[in-house]
T-cell receptor, first 114, second 113 residues
Framework: KAGVTQTPRYLIKTRGQQVTLSCSPI?????VSWYQQTPGQGLQFLFE???????NKGNFPGRFSGRQFSNSRSEMNVSTLELGDSALYLC?????????????FGPGTRLTVL | DQQVKQNSPSLSVQEGRISILNCDYT??????FLWYKKYPAEGPTFLIS?????DKNEDGRFTVFLNKSAKHLSLHIVPSQPGDSAVYFC????????????FGDGTTLTVKP
Protein backbone atom coordinates (compact mmCIF):
# COMPACT_ATOMS: atom_id res chain seq x y z
CA LYS A 1 0.00 0.00 0.00
CA ALA A 2 1.17 3.52 -0.68
CA GLY A 3 1.99 5.53 2.43
CA VAL A 4 0.59 8.84 3.57
CA THR A 5 1.37 11.57 1.09
CA GLN A 6 1.45 15.29 1.74
CA THR A 7 1.62 18.10 -0.76
CA PRO A 8 3.37 20.34 -1.20
CA ARG A 9 6.54 19.29 0.61
CA TYR A 10 7.85 22.82 0.93
CA LEU A 11 6.08 26.15 0.91
CA ILE A 12 7.15 29.75 1.37
CA LYS A 13 4.55 32.40 2.12
CA THR A 14 4.51 35.92 3.46
CA ARG A 15 2.72 37.26 6.51
CA GLY A 16 -0.97 37.82 5.99
CA GLN A 17 -1.34 35.28 3.23
CA GLN A 18 -3.27 32.06 3.55
CA VAL A 19 -2.16 28.54 2.77
CA THR A 20 -3.78 25.16 2.10
CA LEU A 21 -1.98 21.90 2.76
CA SER A 22 -3.15 18.54 1.49
CA CYS A 23 -2.93 15.03 2.91
CA SER A 24 -3.82 11.73 1.25
CA PRO A 25 -4.11 8.93 3.81
CA ILE A 26 -3.32 5.29 3.32
CA UNK A 27 -6.07 3.64 1.31
CA UNK A 28 -8.84 2.45 3.61
CA UNK A 29 -7.88 4.67 6.52
CA UNK A 30 -10.74 6.79 7.77
CA UNK A 31 -9.04 8.90 10.44
CA VAL A 32 -6.69 11.76 9.61
CA SER A 33 -4.91 13.85 12.23
CA TRP A 34 -2.80 16.98 11.78
CA TYR A 35 0.14 18.06 13.92
CA GLN A 36 2.45 21.06 14.00
CA GLN A 37 6.12 20.66 14.84
CA THR A 38 8.24 23.73 15.53
CA PRO A 39 12.03 23.62 16.09
CA GLY A 40 12.90 21.94 19.38
CA GLN A 41 9.27 21.16 20.06
CA GLY A 42 7.26 18.02 20.07
CA LEU A 43 4.27 17.54 17.87
CA GLN A 44 1.34 19.75 18.77
CA PHE A 45 -2.05 18.31 17.89
CA LEU A 46 -4.16 20.46 15.59
CA PHE A 47 -7.26 18.40 14.79
CA GLU A 48 -8.52 15.00 13.80
CA UNK A 49 -11.10 14.09 11.20
CA UNK A 50 -13.00 10.86 10.99
CA UNK A 51 -15.48 10.11 8.24
CA UNK A 52 -15.59 13.80 7.20
CA UNK A 53 -16.32 15.03 10.74
CA UNK A 54 -13.94 16.88 13.02
CA UNK A 55 -13.76 14.70 16.07
CA ASN A 56 -10.98 16.29 18.11
CA LYS A 57 -9.46 19.73 18.15
CA GLY A 58 -6.27 21.05 19.73
CA ASN A 59 -5.58 24.46 21.23
CA PHE A 60 -4.94 26.47 18.10
CA PRO A 61 -6.61 29.72 17.02
CA GLY A 62 -9.48 29.75 14.58
CA ARG A 63 -7.07 30.72 11.77
CA PHE A 64 -6.30 27.01 11.59
CA SER A 65 -9.04 24.98 9.99
CA GLY A 66 -9.42 21.74 8.16
CA ARG A 67 -11.76 19.44 6.37
CA GLN A 68 -11.98 15.89 5.16
CA PHE A 69 -13.50 14.67 1.93
CA SER A 70 -15.53 11.55 1.26
CA ASN A 71 -12.41 9.75 0.00
CA SER A 72 -10.74 10.51 3.37
CA ARG A 73 -8.30 13.00 1.84
CA SER A 74 -7.87 15.98 4.11
CA GLU A 75 -6.84 19.58 3.79
CA MET A 76 -5.83 22.09 6.39
CA ASN A 77 -5.95 25.83 5.90
CA VAL A 78 -4.15 28.57 7.74
CA SER A 79 -5.42 32.08 7.14
CA THR A 80 -3.66 35.38 7.88
CA LEU A 81 -0.28 33.73 8.29
CA GLU A 82 2.03 34.85 11.09
CA LEU A 83 5.79 34.37 11.41
CA GLY A 84 5.17 31.90 14.23
CA ASP A 85 3.27 29.61 11.89
CA SER A 86 6.57 28.56 10.31
CA ALA A 87 6.75 24.87 11.11
CA LEU A 88 6.63 21.34 9.82
CA TYR A 89 3.01 20.26 9.41
CA LEU A 90 2.51 16.53 9.71
CA CYS A 91 -0.49 14.50 8.75
CA UNK A 92 -1.16 11.03 10.13
CA UNK A 93 -3.74 8.45 9.19
CA UNK A 94 -5.02 5.35 10.92
CA UNK A 95 -7.66 2.80 10.00
CA UNK A 96 -10.52 3.39 12.42
CA UNK A 97 -9.44 6.08 14.82
CA UNK A 98 -9.44 3.81 17.85
CA UNK A 99 -6.86 4.24 20.57
CA UNK A 100 -4.88 1.12 19.71
CA UNK A 101 -4.60 2.01 16.03
CA UNK A 102 -1.11 2.85 14.85
CA UNK A 103 -0.81 6.28 13.33
CA UNK A 104 1.09 6.43 10.06
CA PHE A 105 2.71 9.74 9.37
CA GLY A 106 3.42 11.45 6.10
CA PRO A 107 6.74 13.22 5.44
CA GLY A 108 5.27 16.61 6.30
CA THR A 109 4.96 20.00 4.65
CA ARG A 110 7.64 22.49 5.65
CA LEU A 111 5.98 25.94 5.77
CA THR A 112 8.13 29.05 5.98
CA VAL A 113 6.45 32.38 6.62
CA LEU A 114 8.50 35.47 5.75
CA ASP B 1 0.88 22.58 30.93
CA GLN B 2 2.93 19.92 29.19
CA GLN B 3 1.24 16.60 29.83
CA VAL B 4 3.99 14.44 28.32
CA LYS B 5 7.59 15.26 29.13
CA GLN B 6 10.88 13.92 27.89
CA ASN B 7 13.39 15.57 30.17
CA SER B 8 16.51 14.55 28.28
CA PRO B 9 16.85 16.43 24.98
CA SER B 10 19.74 14.20 23.94
CA LEU B 11 21.43 10.90 24.73
CA SER B 12 24.67 9.46 23.43
CA VAL B 13 25.60 5.78 23.78
CA GLN B 14 28.19 3.43 22.39
CA GLU B 15 27.23 0.82 19.80
CA GLY B 16 26.25 -2.45 21.44
CA ARG B 17 25.32 -0.86 24.76
CA ILE B 18 21.84 -0.22 26.12
CA SER B 19 19.95 2.99 25.34
CA ILE B 20 17.31 4.06 27.86
CA LEU B 21 14.94 6.86 26.93
CA ASN B 22 12.55 8.20 29.55
CA CYS B 23 9.15 9.83 29.48
CA ASP B 24 6.86 11.18 32.20
CA TYR B 25 3.19 12.05 31.95
CA THR B 26 0.73 13.85 34.18
CA UNK B 27 -2.71 12.99 32.81
CA UNK B 28 -4.23 9.93 34.51
CA UNK B 29 -6.69 9.58 31.63
CA UNK B 30 -3.96 8.42 29.29
CA UNK B 31 -4.23 4.69 28.79
CA UNK B 32 -2.18 4.01 25.70
CA PHE B 33 1.43 4.96 25.17
CA LEU B 34 3.58 4.89 22.06
CA TRP B 35 7.13 5.53 20.97
CA TYR B 36 7.95 6.95 17.56
CA LYS B 37 11.28 7.35 15.82
CA LYS B 38 11.93 10.25 13.49
CA TYR B 39 14.71 10.78 10.98
CA PRO B 40 15.36 14.22 9.46
CA ALA B 41 13.07 15.10 6.55
CA GLU B 42 10.76 12.19 7.33
CA GLY B 43 7.59 11.81 9.36
CA PRO B 44 7.66 9.89 12.66
CA THR B 45 7.56 6.11 12.39
CA PHE B 46 5.77 3.97 14.95
CA LEU B 47 8.15 1.88 17.03
CA ILE B 48 6.36 0.21 19.91
CA SER B 49 3.33 0.74 22.13
CA UNK B 50 1.97 -0.32 25.49
CA UNK B 51 -1.47 -0.38 27.00
CA UNK B 52 -2.00 0.82 30.56
CA UNK B 53 -3.07 -2.70 31.58
CA UNK B 54 0.47 -3.92 30.96
CA ASP B 55 3.79 -2.97 32.49
CA LYS B 56 6.07 -4.28 29.76
CA ASN B 57 6.00 -4.85 26.03
CA GLU B 58 8.82 -6.26 23.99
CA ASP B 59 9.53 -6.26 20.26
CA GLY B 60 12.95 -7.49 19.24
CA ARG B 61 15.60 -5.09 20.50
CA PHE B 62 12.96 -2.67 21.82
CA THR B 63 11.24 -2.93 25.18
CA VAL B 64 8.88 -0.41 26.71
CA PHE B 65 8.26 -0.35 30.46
CA LEU B 66 5.32 1.40 32.08
CA ASN B 67 5.14 2.41 35.75
CA LYS B 68 1.60 3.74 36.21
CA SER B 69 2.01 4.72 39.84
CA ALA B 70 4.98 6.91 38.92
CA LYS B 71 3.39 7.98 35.60
CA HIS B 72 6.63 7.05 33.91
CA LEU B 73 7.58 5.01 30.89
CA SER B 74 10.89 4.12 29.37
CA LEU B 75 12.15 2.68 26.11
CA HIS B 76 15.10 0.30 26.21
CA ILE B 77 17.08 -0.47 23.08
CA VAL B 78 19.45 -3.42 23.38
CA PRO B 79 21.89 -3.63 21.72
CA SER B 80 22.02 -0.12 20.30
CA GLN B 81 23.08 0.25 16.68
CA PRO B 82 24.27 3.31 14.73
CA GLY B 83 21.09 3.10 12.62
CA ASP B 84 19.09 3.77 15.78
CA SER B 85 20.39 7.34 15.80
CA ALA B 86 17.25 9.48 15.46
CA VAL B 87 14.82 11.58 17.45
CA TYR B 88 12.53 9.50 19.66
CA PHE B 89 9.12 10.79 20.65
CA CYS B 90 7.00 9.49 23.45
CA UNK B 91 3.23 9.89 22.91
CA UNK B 92 0.11 9.18 24.92
CA UNK B 93 -3.58 8.92 24.13
CA UNK B 94 -6.82 8.03 25.83
CA UNK B 95 -9.90 6.07 24.84
CA UNK B 96 -12.00 9.22 24.92
CA UNK B 97 -9.63 11.02 22.54
CA UNK B 98 -8.46 8.14 20.43
CA UNK B 99 -7.48 10.18 17.38
CA UNK B 100 -5.45 12.67 19.39
CA UNK B 101 -2.00 11.84 20.65
CA UNK B 102 -0.08 14.06 23.03
CA PHE B 103 3.62 14.07 22.26
CA GLY B 104 6.73 14.85 24.26
CA ASP B 105 9.40 17.15 22.85
CA GLY B 106 11.62 14.27 21.78
CA THR B 107 15.03 12.90 22.70
CA THR B 108 17.83 12.83 20.13
CA LEU B 109 19.66 9.54 20.38
CA THR B 110 23.17 9.24 18.96
CA VAL B 111 24.73 5.79 18.81
CA LYS B 112 28.47 5.97 18.27
CA PRO B 113 30.25 3.18 16.36
Amino acid sequence: KAGVTQTPRYLIKTRGQQVTLSCSPISGHRSVSWYQQTPGQGLQFLFEYFSETQRNKGNFPGRFSGRQFSNSRSEMNVSTLELGDSALYLCASNPDGIVTDTQYFGPGTRLTVL
Amino acid sequence: DQQVKQNSPSLSVQEGRISILNCDYTNSMFDYFLWYKKYPAEGPTFLISISSIKDKNEDGRFTVFLNKSAKHLSLHIVPSQPGDSAVYFCAASGVTNAGKSTFGDGTTLTVKP
